[in-house]
């Protein structure tokens, strides 16, 4: 006879196996979004309409600078510790066993709005790259529906 032990843990195993499934389908999601974000983007430029609405959401173009760490093998190349940097710049605060590449770039985006620019220490270490991004926010429809409501009540 199984135990009540044994049965949990076979449930657990289950939810483990889950865990992975909806692990792998948010990654495929996230690159399925990303890629039909970028098509959208391009379209945008191309189309020269640089926002939209559709069902009830406002969608725009926006233009955003990201930072990144540069691989190590680039840091090696120039003989350089990316903590190191970081440290030395005043971002130690940052370091939690790793940078999470969102903390970075906000901490980045930070100095170059007070100084205007990265000191050249840390330009060293992370990539600046543009990126075209879509904002989604709930839309103000409320003036076309009330007009909407008018006009039913006009022909009604």
Same mark, same amino acid.
């Given at each position: 006879?199984?135990?009540?032990?044994?049965?949990?843990?076979?449930?657990?195993?289950?939810?483990?196996?889950?865990?992975?499934?909806?692990?792998?389908?948010?990654?495929?999601?996230? @690159?399925?979004?990303?890629?039909?974000?970028?098509?959208?983007?391009?379209?945008?430029?191309?189309?020269?309409?640089?926002?939209?609405?559709?069902?009830?959401?406002?969608?725009?173009? @926006? @233009?955003?600078?990201?930072?990144?760490?540069?691989?190590?093998?680039?840091?090696?190349?120039?003989?350089?510790?990316?903590?190191?940097?970081?440290?030395? @710049?005043?971002?130690?605060?940052?370091?939690?066993?790793?940078?999470?590449?969102?903390?970075?770039?906000?901490?980045?985006?930070?100095?170059?709005?007070?100084?205007?620019?990265?000191?050249?220490?840390?330009?060293?270490?992370?990539?600046?790259?543009?990126?075209?991004?879509?904002?989604?926010?709930?839309?103000?429809?409320?003036?076309?529906?009330?007009?909407?409501?008018?006009?039913?009540?006009?022909?009604?």
């Amino acid at each position: 006879m199984e135990s009540v032990l044994d049965m949990k843990v076979r449930e657990y195993q289950k939810i483990l196996e889950r865990k992975e499934e909806l692990a792998k389908a948010t990654k495929e999601n996230n @690159q399925a979004r990303e890629e039909l974000e970028q098509e959208i983007c391009r379209m945008m430029v191309d189309e020269e309409k640089p926002s939209t609405v559709v069902d009830g959401y406002s969608y725009s173009l @926006q @233009q955003k600078t990201e930072y990144s760490k540069l691989g190590e093998d680039k840091l090696a190349e120039k003989g350089l510790d990316f903590l190191d940097v970081l440290r030395e @710049q005043g971002l130690g605060h940052i370091i939690v066993e790793k940078v999470e590449p969102k903390v970075l770039s906000g901490a980045c985006k930070g100095i170059v709005e007070e100084n205007g620019e990265l000191p050249e220490e840390l330009a060293e270490v992370v990539s600046v790259y543009e990126k075209l991004a879509i904002s989604r926010r709930k839309a103000n429809t409320g003036a076309l529906n009330r007009a909407k409501a008018m006009r039913a009540g006009e022909e009604g």
